[in-house]
Structures are given as C-alpha cells and as structure tokens.
C-alpha cells in the first residue's frame, strides 16, 4: 500500500484530497498543525468507514516539528504540500506591512521547501516518488498579466507571489530529481476559509485535480503547472 502525506489536511481542500485519497486506498498521513483539528478530522472520516488514515502532526512553518513529522513514519511515496495561508488583505504591494509578507512566505514558500526536504530521505526510497506542490491561478504569471485575471487581485499581491515561487520550486527540484515526478496544481477558485468561503467549486471538487497530480504513474508529466481542464502557463 502506498504512503501519502496530505499537510493542513483538517479542513478544506486538504481534507477532502485526504478523503478521496483514502477512499482510493493509499494509508494516509493526515497532516495538521492542531492535534484536536486532527483528531476531528480522523473521526469524521474514520464514521465514514475509512480506516486506512493516520494523524500526524506537522507545522510547515516550524522546522522543528517540520523534522519530528519526518521522523516519525516509516515510509512515504507521495508528498501533497497543501498547506498555506492566504494573510491579511488587501495587498496592495506599495504599502504591505513587510511583516505580514514574510509570514505569508514563511508558511506558502519556505514551509514548502523545508517539508519537502525533510521528507526526501523517505521519498528517495519509494518506487516512484511523487510530489505535488498546490499552487493558485495566482501563482501564474501569465494569468496574474492577463485581462481576465481574478476580480479581487488586490487582496492576493502577496500571496500570488508566494505561489510564483512555489511554482519555481516545482520547476527547480523536478530539474534536480530526474526519477521524481513534480508538479504544481491549482485546485481552482473553491469555496473554503481561505476566501471566506467565496470560492465557486466545492472542496471536493478542487481536490480532483490535485488528486489525478498525486496519483499518477511511470509515464505521468513532472515539472509542469496544471490545473482541472489541463496545463497552465506559468
Ligand atoms: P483552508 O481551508 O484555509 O485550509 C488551509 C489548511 O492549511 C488548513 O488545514 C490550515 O490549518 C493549514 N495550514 C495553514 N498554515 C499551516 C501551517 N503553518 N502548518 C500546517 N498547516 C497549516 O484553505 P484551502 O482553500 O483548503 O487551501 C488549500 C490549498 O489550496 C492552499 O495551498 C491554497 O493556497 C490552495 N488554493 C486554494 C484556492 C481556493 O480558492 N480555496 C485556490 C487556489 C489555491 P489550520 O486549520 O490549523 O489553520
């Protein structure tokens, strides 16, 4: 059976990958910064017959707990870096406090990479390793210059930055780590916390995309950006 570790998987997008990825029967890592989040979130699963899911204990942004999450399973093939923040809005970039930047960047950006390479031992070991960093429309650059870029922009300068950069992580380490298979996706605009909930899809239906990145094989894509109906421009 496969491994997969989901982080701030206890509501939203997150919790929903878990579910589906349970419900296709990998043993999941459920990731969560609060024990009680997380033993809620396994309760509520597990009433739903799914008993192949595990709680672990993960904040991306503390390295720390970062390396007592990794030393504490035995095995992963799969690594789903799910958790972020969107901050304090708006995020008009003139005038950003410069603080709540870095706190943003801390958990979308660096939290990814010290995850991530906290977790590599373990990956390095399985058949096929799999990583799927979830990104945003807003981590385009493309869409972030196009007309039709989202309404409510002003609110996400920063945190679409945050998403560029994560974006060139994916494209960095899936040039590094040839027999992984790397890639950004974005669930799409969901209704979740991180917008008040304002998000036009449900929060099963953006963990599809996420799920099709998670779950592929040998002859599957690495160093791209997807989302739903297909490949995104960066
Ligand atoms: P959400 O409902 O706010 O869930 C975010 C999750 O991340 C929560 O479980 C949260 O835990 C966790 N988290 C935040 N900081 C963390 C940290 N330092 N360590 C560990 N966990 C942490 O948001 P969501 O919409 O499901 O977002 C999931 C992913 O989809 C994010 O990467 C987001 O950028 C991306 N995305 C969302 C949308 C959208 O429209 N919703 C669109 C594009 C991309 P707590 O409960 O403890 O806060």
């Not at 790397?182 to 929060?203: E, H, M, Q």
Request: charged letters at 15%.
């Amino acid at each position: 059976m496969k491994h997969v570790l989901i982080t701030g998987a206890n509501k939203g997008i997150g919790f929903e990958v878990a579910k589906q990825m349970a419900q296709l029967g990998y043993h999941v890592y459920l990731g969560c910064r609060d024990e009680q989040n997380g033993a809620a979130a396994i309760n509520q699963l597990k009433s739903e017959g799914l008993s192949n899911i595990e709680f672990l204990k993960i904040d991306v942004s503390d390295l720390h707990s970062v390396q007592q999450a990794a030393a504490s399973i035995p095995s992963l093939d799969i690594l789903i870096n799910n958790a972020a923040i969107s901050g304090k809005q708006p995020q008009n970039i003139s005038a950003c406090d410069i603080e709540e930047v870095k706190r943003i960047f801390n958990t979308n950006y660096f939290g990814v990479i010290q995850t991530t390479q906290a977790f590599l031992p373990l990956l390095k070991k399985a058949a096929l390793p799999v990583i799927v960093n979830v990104s945003s429309e807003l981590g385009s650059l493309t869409m972030q210059t196009s007309k039709d870029r989202y309404s409510n922009w002003d609110n996400y300068h920063v945190y679409g930055a945050t998403k560029i950069a994560l974006n060139t992580f994916t494209i960095s380490l899936s040039q590094e780590l040839r027999n992984f298979k790397i890639n950004s996706v974005t669930p799409g605009y969901t209704a979740t916390d991180l917008n008040n909930f304002a998000g036009l899809k449900t929060a099963a239906q953006g963990a599809e995309p996420i799920v099709q990145l998670a779950t592929i094989g040998e002859d599957g894509p690495t160093g791209q950006f997807f989302r739903q109906e297909g490949e995104l421009p960066w």
